[in-house]
């Protein structure tokens, strides 16, 4: 089922979480709404189920006005951040609710409930745990039965709102595949919320960066991250080396004269650029410009900061590379940037 | 670090076995002094004159009159006051809404307000020559020195036990399970009944059972309203107190009996209760 959300406007106080947002949901994508905290990605997600009331603009859910719709007439799964299952409740009871509460006559028989929780629980693995109750498993194991009551009520679009933000690393990345061959499987519409740009690259179809309650970038992941469409996105999807400088025939420069990168010809004057870590080029010349002022290895990657004569800079490499390179601590070096982004100065 | 610093402690714990013993006999002997023998010499001393004498005591007219009338004081007072604690934290733990300190200040009101006090207000508002008064005769409504005054006070000091109780747990507890029960399809009394209610439950029973203890014990502010007509509007308290004042011991401490066995069977019913549902009480705690 396709969502349109347009011009949503939504205010708290004197605070605009949401201003005039327009955005479109695919049928059976999934894609993630990424952003600071405060950015109001939280807050759409919320109006999207009919948790929070819009102050202006129209949602449709398949071309149908539901702003007005209470969330139960939506039809909306909705697995939260802190997975709010029914405490009192087994992990049977907890994916049967949806089905328990609904009007006599639509209500599914005792034993197609009984048949429809254990085949959710054997898509998320949890068959065994049926008879325990939430306080009673692992934080990956409730988010799992977070997800299979939300499917319970065969919901047209699944809403998570920062699915894996409480779990720990680990199970935050076998989660994470996880729910995207589930996405692969079941093929349901499905939006969810994040602050980590990892995930959102890797999970989702598409990608929509906010801040402020607007809009930056709606894309692919591989086209938000290679062609962020404004410096906030550029800055907010990986790491990234800022540097003000002023442009002039197509050349942006440092104010120290220590760079100089090509910039395109749409921006004049002052200026900022970045460049990724990884775009960044080094190599020994001990009459190079650039001093090693730190090298950190993490795993198989290094990071090496630089000093360039007092611009502050960070390479990332793999550490067979730097090994290659022979470059250490206090070396001198030459820098070359392979490639950035210059746009112009707010 | 941390480890060894936890076993460099243990030593220093272990040497202090007779400051534990003192604190554990400290404690144990409070309790007996201040709690268990009181208890036992209000049995003691209604049982001096045998069983039957006990027996006699209780049975006696003027006795069942009071048992009763106090069965049926906290028999209105404690449904009411439930209604009233689940709607109040209902409304103080899940809305924000205006006015809200106010009425959380309101609800402690009767804590901080001497039950005399409470029970002059009502003779004040509802006697003869109070505010209310000449109207209320007028209708022919008696409230004080009857029942409805009895039931008025209770309601007034016993105000506070179940919303107290509920409100921190409410709180503590959030709107994440409402909102997903909304989201599953349940209406707002399906919502209630399923969840926010079986997750009070706990909290709810206790503030009952204090809420009851209270009503069935209250003395100060029932006895300014009741006008002590014997046989007629005498709760249990009060009867105990005539009684000891015409040194009818055996007979007051037969009465105050009933009322510290109360206090047991409420004690016993929480602890069946806790130990009976123990797993689902864990889970709903956690």
Known sequence: MAIQVSGITKQFGSFRALDAVDLEVRSGELLALLGPSGSGKTTLLRIMAGLEFADSGSLLLNGEEALSLTPRERQVGFVFQHYALFRHMTVFENVAFGMKVRPRGQRPTSTEIKRRVMELLELVQLAHFADRYPAQLSGGQRQRVALARALAIEPKVLLLDEPFGALDAKVRKELRRWLRKLHEDIHITSVFVTHDQEEALELADRVVVMSQGRIEQVGSPADVY????????????????????????????????????PADGTVRGPAIAYV???????????????RVSGIHVVGPDARIEIDLAGLPLEAEMDRERLTALGLRLGDQCAVHIDRARVFPQP | MLVKKAVGFT?????SRWVKGLLIATALGFLLLFLVLPLVSVFVEALRRGTDAYWAALMEPDAVAAIKLTLIVAAIAVPMNLLFGVAASWCIAKFDFRGKDVLITLIDLPFSVSPVISGLIYVLLFGLHGLMGPFLKS?????????????????????????RELIPLMQEQGNEEEEAALVLGASGWQTFWRVTLPNIKWGLLYGVLLCNARAMGEFGAVSVVSGHIRGETNTMPLHVEILYNEYNLVAAFAVASVLAMLALVTLVVKTVLEWRFGAELAATRH
């Open chain 1, 226 to 261: 290679d062609r962020p469409a404004s410096a906030f996105v550029y800055e907010f999807l990986g790491q990234v080396n800022r540097f003000d400088c002023v442009v002039a025939d197509g050349v942006a420069r440092t104010a120290n004269g220590a760079l100089s990168i």
């Open chain 1, 276 to 290: 990724r870590p990884h775009d960044l080029g080094l190599s020994p010349s001990a009459a190079g410009p650039g």
């Open chain 2, 11 to 15: 030593p220093a714990l272990a040497d």
């Open chain 2, 139 to 163: 209708q022919g409504i008696q409230i004080i020195f009857a029942v409805p005054g009895l039931v008025l006070a209770t309601v007034f000091v016993t105000f506070p036990f179940v919303a």
